[in-house]
């Protein structure tokens, strides 16, 4: 290479390169250090990647370094790394594939041409054998990154399609990447490679932070195997190696964590799994996804439109229909009434006729005949229901404002019983005022699903309790948005061990808690996290906690004295603890109170508010020898 300023450490690097004032010269110039850059030995070539990282991370759509050679250089790298032991250990080059393979990713994520030059640039083969885990698994996570968006486009698909056993891999990988990332990084602390939490945290560490970061990254690590997965879903001769029944019944706690929530996660290839014939007959013959796609579908979370179109596709099939009737009508009932999620319009009324839909095409089976007597009367009602909406539409306004009132006089009723203990009462109550109540009154209908599920929560019928807090969630405006009703929720999914899902709604109601209005005085007052609200979620983060089937399996994570179990630093009245005896009973006792009070959401509105990259030695505690010794390439 060149000599350039005098004052660089590194003669001929990559910044001084970029400082040429003549564009012709510049590019000339970047297209030689491209060229020249893999078969160098000199120190601070991390420094060059790194720059190259950073630029393609803030600009992936800028075709220069695309049109100069960026590729070549990439895939180049990759190879030195992982054929060149000697070379990785020197410096700091430990970092060199990582960057390479996330300069592919970030280049190829947006535009089709960049992804057919990276193909033609002979990236694919080091990416696969990143994914092999020939490095380690924050190499792996950047190169399923890449192929994933390699495989996205028609063009360069069949070239990913074309590696051995790639599908394979991916596979392997999304059911088990959470034990990867806790076996080779979170269980002993005093062992991580410094180079893997250098990359996590940028140099700004701390056993906490890498925790966390940990988490984050492992769930990318799964989610990102699972885009690859998706993009081999949409091609019928892939279904059989994916539609086996050990992996589709860990998709759907496939869901990334709270720390990725922009994922589709395994229930977005559910989904893409369920538009061919063959993979829904592979999703119908598995119990137990048809039970986690109802639960997800009755949540509130960005899924939940996928699990309604996964189980809508299911009964509109005649050859998966009879199957899944028995699990599907009882949730997609709790949804009759959904009028929209986000961009997805009519969503109730699709509902009810497919779940009414007596005769699909030539079922093999008479449906019927194999429903319990409890779908059939849920199919019985929801027909009412339909027939009642029509009705409505041609009754006099005065007609319907008489129900209205004579729902609101059962309602009161409902609430003395409940103020005087008897809680079956009280939900006989509810039922008839809903039967009176109109369908457009949706405030109030709203009220009375919700107090009849603390009632169904005080008689130990969780699922009833659910039932009606999802019809009270459909019906609020916005949809999933009524607090009490998640609260309500929550607290069944507790009792039924649900832990993700009660946590997710915790969640929620904590985030309406917070929405109060910054004009009123009160309201600013009052808005704060209940404290039975937050050890709920505590125990439930516990419970749902990313890396807890892995530590389960392994062992409890090995950390020096003041950090817990899971990686965070201890302290007293820590974080984590969970709620105890007395703390359930005060939380059961605060519920107690405000069924009166929810009961009494035709109190006023005043009465209403108040209820509310520094670059730092590669290793930690391990020796190169651990990662690059005899028993390199075959980690994991």
Same mark, same amino acid.
């Given at each position: 290479?060149?000599?350039?300023?005098?004052?660089?450490?590194?003669?001929?690097?990559?910044?001084?390169?970029?400082?040429?004032?003549?564009?012709?010269?510049?590019?000339?110039?970047?297209?030689?250090?491209?060229?020249?850059?893999?078969?160098?030995?000199?120190?601070?070539?991390?420094?060059?990647?790194?720059?190259?990282?950073?630029?393609?991370?803030?600009?992936?759509?800028?075709?220069?370094?695309?049109?100069?050679?960026?590729? &070549?250089?990439?895939?180049?790298?990759?190879?030195?790394?992982?054929?060149?032991?000697?070379?990785?250990?020197?410096?700091?080059?430990?970092?060199?594939?990582?960057?390479?393979?996330?300069?592919?990713?970030?280049?190829?994520?947006?535009?089709?041409?960049?992804?057919?030059?990276?193909?033609?640039?002979?990236?694919?083969?080091?990416?696969?054998?990143?994914?092999?885990?020939?490095?380690?698994?924050?190499?792996?996570?950047?190169?399923?990154?890449?192929?994933?968006?390699?495989?996205?486009?028609?063009?360069?698909?069949?070239?990913?399609?074309?590696?051995?056993?790639?599908?394979?891999?991916?596979?392997?990988?999304?059911?088990?990447?959470?034990?990867?990332?806790?076996?080779?990084?979170?269980?002993?602390?005093?062992?991580?490679?410094?180079?893997?939490?250098?990359?996590?945290?940028?140099?700004?560490?701390?056993?906490?932070? &890498?925790?966390?970061?940990?988490?984050?990254?492992?769930?990318?690590?799964?989610?990102?195997?699972?885009?690859?997965?998706?993009?081999?879903?949409?091609?019928?001769?892939?279904?059989?190696?994916?539609?086996?029944?050990?992996?589709?019944?860990?998709?759907?706690?496939?869901?990334?964590?709270?720390?990725?929530?922009?994922?589709?996660?395994?229930?977005?290839?559910?989904? %893409?799994?369920?538009?061919?014939?063959?993979?829904?007959?592979?999703?119908?013959?598995?119990?137990?996804?048809?039970?986690?796609?109802?639960?997800?579908?009755?949540?509130?979370?960005?899924?939940?439109?996928?699990?309604?179109?996964?189980?809508?596709?299911?009964?509109?099939?005649?050859?998966?229909?009879?199957?899944?009737?028995?699990?599907?009508?009882?949730?997609?009932?709790?949804?009759?009434?959904?009028?929209?999620?986000?961009?997805?319009?009519?969503?109730?009324?699709?509902?009810?006729?497919?779940?009414?839909?007596?005769?699909?095409?030539?079922?093999?089976?008479?449906?019927?005949?194999?429903?319990?007597?409890?779908?059939?009367?849920?199919?019985?009602?929801?027909?009412?229901?339909?027939?009642?909406?029509?009705?409505?539409?041609?009754?006099?306004?005065?007609?319907?404002?008489?129900?209205?009132?004579?729902?609101?006089?059962?309602?009161?009723?409902?609430?003395?019983?409940?103020?005087?203990?008897?809680?079956?009462?009280?939900?006989?109550?509810?039922?008839?005022?809903?039967?009176?109540?109109?369908?457009?009154?949706?405030?109030?209908?709203?009220?009375?699903?919700?107090?009849?599920?603390?009632?169904?929560?005080?008689?130990?019928?969780?699922?009833?309790?659910?039932?009606?807090?999802?019809?009270?969630?459909?019906?609020?405006?916005?949809?999933?948005?009524?607090?009490?009703?998640?609260?309500?929720?929550?607290?069944?999914?507790?009792?039924?061990?649900?832990?993700?899902?009660?946590?997710?709604?915790?969640?929620?109601?904590?985030?309406?808690?917070?929405?109060?209005?910054?004009?009123?005085?009160?309201?600013?007052?009052?808005?704060?996290?209940?404290?039975?609200?937050?050890?709920?979620?505590?125990?439930?983060?516990?419970?749902?906690?990313?890396?807890?089937?892995?530590?389960?399996?392994?062992?409890?994570?090995?950390?020096?004295?003041?950090?817990?179990?899971?990686?965070?630093?201890?302290?007293?009245?820590?974080?984590?603890? %969970?709620?105890?005896?007395?703390?359930?009973?005060?939380?059961?006792?605060?519920?107690?109170?405000?069924?009166?009070?929810?009961?009494?959401?035709?109190?006023?509105?005043?009465?209403?508010?108040?209820?509310?990259?520094?670059? %730092?030695?590669?290793?930690?505690?391990? %020796?190169?020898?651990?990662?690059?010794?005899?028993?390199?390439?075959?980690?994991?």
């Amino acid at each position: 290479m060149e000599k350039s300023a005098l004052d660089c450490p590194y003669p001929g690097c990559f910044f001084c390169v970029m400082k040429e004032a003549n564009p012709t010269k510049r590019r000339a110039s970047v297209s030689k250090f491209f060229k020249e850059f893999p078969s160098q030995d000199e120190e601070g070539q991390v420094l060059a990647v790194s720059g190259l990282w950073n630029t393609a991370m803030a600009h992936p759509n800028d075709p220069e370094f695309i049109e100069l050679g960026v590729f &070549e250089c990439m895939e180049a790298l990759i190879w030195k790394g992982i054929k060149n032991r000697q070379w990785l250990a020197k410096d700091q080059n430990i970092y060199i594939p990582y960057y390479a393979a996330h300069i592919i990713g970030s280049y190829t994520m947006n535009i089709e041409e960049f992804a057919e030059r990276a193909v033609r640039a002979g990236v694919i083969q080091p990416l696969v054998e990143l994914l092999r885990g020939r490095l380690t698994w924050v190499e792996q996570r950047v190169a399923v990154r890449a192929l994933g968006h390699l495989a996205t486009y028609d063009s360069t698909f069949p070239f990913v399609a074309s590696q051995p056993q790639i599908l394979e891999l991916a596979i392997q990988l999304a059911v088990n990447a959470l034990e990867i990332v806790y076996t080779h990084f979170f269980q002993f602390v005093d062992k991580r490679l410094s180079y893997h939490c250098d990359l996590l945290t940028r140099g700004m560490g701390g056993v906490e932070m &890498e925790s966390r970061k940990a988490e984050e990254w492992a769930s990318q690590l799964q989610c990102w195997s699972l885009q690859l997965i998706n993009c081999f879903a949409f091609k019928p001769e892939f279904l059989q190696t994916i539609c086996k029944a050990e992996f589709l019944v860990k998709l759907p706690g496939m869901w990334g964590g709270l720390v990725n929530e922009n994922s589709p996660a395994g229930v977005g290839l559910l989904r %893409t799994i369920c538009h061919q014939k063959l993979g829904r007959i592979a999703i119908a013959g598995c119990p137990g996804v048809i039970e986690a796609l109802c639960n997800i579908a009755r949540s509130s979370d960005d899924w939940q439109y996928m699990a309604v179109h996964c189980l809508l596709w299911l009964l509109q099939d005649p050859s998966t229909r009879y199957k899944v009737i028995d699990k599907a009508a009882p949730a997609l009932a709790d949804l009759a009434e959904l009028p929209r999620l986000g961009e997805h319009k009519k969503l109730g009324e699709l509902v009810m006729n497919v779940i009414l839909q007596e005769n699909v095409q030539a079922s093999p089976v008479s449906v019927r005949s194999l429903m319990s007597p409890r779908t059939k009367q849920l199919l019985q009602e929801i027909a009412s229901l339909r027939q009642k909406i029509k009705w409505e539409r041609n009754v006099l306004k005065e007609d319907l404002h008489i129900k209205q009132a004579a729902a609101l006089v059962v309602k009161l009723e409902g609430n003395s019983k409940f103020s005087a203990g008897d809680i079956v009462g009280a939900a006989s109550k509810y039922t008839e005022a809903l039967a009176l109540c109109p369908i457009r009154a949706k405030k109030e209908r709203v009220v009375l699903y919700s107090n009849r599920a603390q009632c169904h929560l005080l008689l130990q019928d969780p699922w009833e309790a659910i039932s009606d807090t999802t019809r009270a969630l459909c019906l609020h405006n916005p949809v999933n948005r009524h607090s009490k009703s998640l609260w309500r929720r929550a607290q069944a999914y507790e009792i039924l061990g649900f832990a993700k899902e009660s946590l997710l709604d915790a969640i929620m109601f904590i985030n309406e808690c917070s929405q109060a209005s910054e004009n009123d005085a009160a309201s600013v007052k009052q808005n704060r996290v209940p404290d039975y609200a937050e050890r709920l979620v505590k125990k439930q983060m516990q419970a749902a906690w990313l890396f807890k089937e892995a530590s389960q399996k392994h062992g409890a994570i090995q950390y020096d004295e003041g950090v817990n179990e899971h990686g965070r630093e201890e302290d007293e009245g820590s974080e984590w603890e %969970t709620a105890s005896g007395s703390d359930a009973g005060d939380a059961d006792r605060h519920e107690g109170d405000s069924i009166a009070e929810e009961g009494g959401e035709w109190q006023t509105e005043d009465e209403e508010k108040r209820d509310v990259h520094r670059l %730092t030695p590669v290793f930690k505690g391990m %020796t190169l020898e651990d990662l690059l010794g005899p028993q390199y390439g075959n980690a994991y």
